[in-house]
Nanobody, 125 residues
């Protein structure tokens, strides 16, 4: 059992940056793939970025590639999402998800087991 907890959301202007953090008190968090998904009002939850438990490689949705960077600090049990050049279209609730059952990272949110409560990101134009 892993309980992710997000922090770092807020209201910013277009072009600004934010850094989201996802932590868990369980040490097993370092054995999980970790992903960020987001959900805007009236839209389905969508994949944003993920990082594997093994090789630290990041995986990104096309809409954020080149602007967002995912990283993990296993010593401190935290995964971060650095978001630069934010756009109004990035406005959503951002959720951290963790998975320790599957071998590969899955872009489908239905297949992620552990979820945080979400943190709101709002980008004004």
């Amino acid at each position: 059992q892993v309980q992710p907890v997000e922090s770092g959301g807020g209201l910013v202007q277009a072009g600004d940056s934010l850094r989201l953090s996802c932590t868990a008190s369980e040490r097993t968090f370092i054995n999980c793939h970790v992903a960020w998904f987001r959900q805007a009002p009236g839209k389905e939850r969508e994949f944003v970025a993920a990082i594997s438990r093994n090789n630290q490689d990041g995986y990104y949705a096309d809409s954020v590639k080149g602007r967002f960077t995912i990283s993990r600090d296993n010593f401190n049990n935290v995964v971060r999402l650095q978001m630069n050049s934010l756009e109004p279209e990035d406005t959503a609730v951002y959720y951290c998800a963790a998975d320790n059952k599957h071998l590969y990272i899955d872009y489908d949110y239905h297949n992620w087991e552990y979820w945080g409560q979400g943190t709101q990101v709002a980008v004004s134009s």
